[in-house]
């Protein structure tokens, strides 16, 4: 069976699929790349670059999740599988609920650490998002602040929701990891 573009009520389609994915990779890479560069010195061949890198990155993935989130409400959602329990399904609704929270909050707080001084933001050098300035008192420490810890919690709430995945898959033994991956399920739908 071909993984159809839209979803249905059974299983997510290759564009929600797709979305999945590039936002797991872009969240844990952006973070290994913050993690990394804030302790990068003045002489480091890094200390401008992965900055920039960090920057390009998280502005582009606020517009890849300003559509992954447009292709959401205007998509069907599947029906959960009959052997999630009513806890599984709440928790479920609310993980990705304040996933997402989570990472609005986090990508708006990155652009106002970088603006606080007025100016813009380059993407690769090509285009650049301009600034509104400082809004608030010591605005680049206050929103570097809760960039970095709700960046914390958002790579922890992210490895419970995989590992969540996995128990489903490995233990559960059911299809909840096999339809964000595009695999035919068990029961051939």
């Known amino acids: ?3 159809a573009l839209n979803n249905t009520k059974a299983t997510y389609g290759f564009i929600s699929v797709f979305f999945h994915w590039l936002s797991a990779v872009t969240i844990f890479g952006l ?3 913050g993690y990394y560069m804030v302790d990068l010195t003045y ?5 401008k670059t992965a900055p920039d890198l960090h920057k390009s990155i998280g502005l582009i993935f606020f517009a890849v999740m300003l559509l992954r989130v447009i292709w ?3 998509q069907v959602t ?3 599988l009959a052997s999630h329990s009513s806890l599984e399904k709440k928790a479920g609704k609310v993980t990705h609920l304040i996933l997402y929270v989570l990472i609005f909050i986090i990508m708006i707080m990155g652009y106002l650490i970088s603006t606080a001084d007025g ?3 380059e993407i690769f050098e090509m285009i650049t998002i301009p600034a509104l300035g400082s809004i608030i ?5 206050v929103a570097g602040f809760i960039h970095k810890w709700l960046a914390y919690l958002l790579i922890g709430l992210a490895t419970l929701h ?4 996995l128990k489903h898959h490995f233990i559960d033994k059911d299809d909840t990891l096999n339809r964000m991956i595009g695999k035919r399920q068990k029961n051939g739908e």
């Open 1 to 3: 069976m071909e993984l």
């Open 31 to 33: 973070f290994g790349l």
């Open 43 to 47: 002489y480091s061949p890094w200390y």
């Open 72 to 74: 959401r409400f205007k």
């Open 78 to 80: 599947p029906d959960h």
């Open 119 to 121: 100016r813009g933001i």
């Open 137 to 141: 008192e010591n605005q680049a420490d």
């Open 162 to 165: 995989a590992l969540a995945a």
